[in-house]
């Protein structure tokens, strides 16, 4: 039995692997705006959720909710920082505060998280910190520029921390899904290949981190393709890209 720290519980995949983790016995504390899915949880799982709802974006907030886990647990064995959104560049009209606002909603939050999570998990069991990045950073992609600069910075800030964390026996994994059907990507105007439901999704992600990998990458066939075509010459990817382009969008 585990104590995790799971943000962005509220829709999706969070929500998903909540139900997942709780099934299995782990203790969760939960983490999103939207408090009434979290609550629901709670009432299904009296035993084994601690509430910490909040704005992950609010420092203030994120700190109070350390405090809370603290006051509870004492410590943490796993966080998983999935919270997160996305928003596509038109382009015709470049939007710098459209990238301030996808980088801060997704790295900036994982930042949090992990700042408040770390002093927990140095005194957790096997301490483990997730987080979920995308399979955008293996091929650059059309409008995807604002969303795939916010999470390679998050793969390279993970990556990173797992060489810093090694010392203190932190484990570190970078969850790097491909499409998967939740609120986010069903507003989307665009085909998504092998798309994975939020359940199976989460089934596979919580099976694979029992082992602590370094990344845990899926559908297998999708980040196949994508990390091929990710290592053709740049020419040959701006094809690629122009054909995957909105119609009227590739000139
Ligand atoms: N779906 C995909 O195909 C896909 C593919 C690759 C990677 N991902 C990544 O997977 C993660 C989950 O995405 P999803 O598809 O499950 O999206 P989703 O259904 O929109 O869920 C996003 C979750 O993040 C929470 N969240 C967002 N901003 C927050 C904030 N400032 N403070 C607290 N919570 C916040 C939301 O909760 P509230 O709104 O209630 O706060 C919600 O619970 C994201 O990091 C996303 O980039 C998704």
Avoid at 103 to 110: E, H, I, K, R, W
Avoid at 131 to 137: C, D, H, L, P
Avoid at 154 to 168: E, G, M, N, V
Avoid at 186 to 203: G, H, T, V
Wanted: charged share 20%; hydrophobic share 45%.
């Amino acid at each position: 039995m585990k104590r995790i720290w799971l943000t962005g519980a509220s829709s999706g995949i969070g929500a998903a692997l909540a139900e997942v983790l709780l099934e299995q016995g782990h203790q969760l504390a939960l983490t999103a705006r939207n408090t009434a899915p979290l609550k629901q949880l709670a009432m299904r799982f009296p035993d084994q959720v601690l509430l910490v709802p909040g704005d992950l974006l609010d420092s203030l907030q994120v700190k109070q909710i350390g405090v809370r886990i603290a006051q509870h647990w004492g410590a943490l064995d796993q966080v998983i920082a999935n919270a997160g959104t996305c928003e596509y560049l038109e382009p015709e009209h470049f939007d710098a505060a459209l990238v301030s606002r996808v980088v801060q909603a997704n790295l900036f939050t994982a930042s949090l998280t992990i700042e408040t999570a770390l002093p927990l998990l140095q005194r957790g069991h096997a301490p483990h910190l997730v987080a979920i990045g995308s399979s955008v950073t293996f091929l650059p992609l059309p409008r995807a520029g604002a969303y795939g600069a916010s999470k390679a910075g998050l793969r390279y800030l993970i990556d990173s921390l797992r060489i810093d964390l090694d010392r203190q026996g932190i484990a570190v994994t970078l969850v790097s899904p491909g499409f998967v059907d939740t609120p986010l990507t069903q507003r989307n105007d665009f085909p998504m290949p092998l798309r994975w439901s939020a359940e199976k999704a989460a089934r596979h992600i919580a099976q694979k981190l029992e082992r602590r990998p370094y990344e845990v990458a899926f559908p297998a066939l999708f980040i196949a393709c994508l990390k091929l075509l990710g290592h053709l010459p740049k020419h040959w990817q701006l094809a690629v890209g122009k054909r995957l382009a909105r119609p009227g969008q590739e000139s």
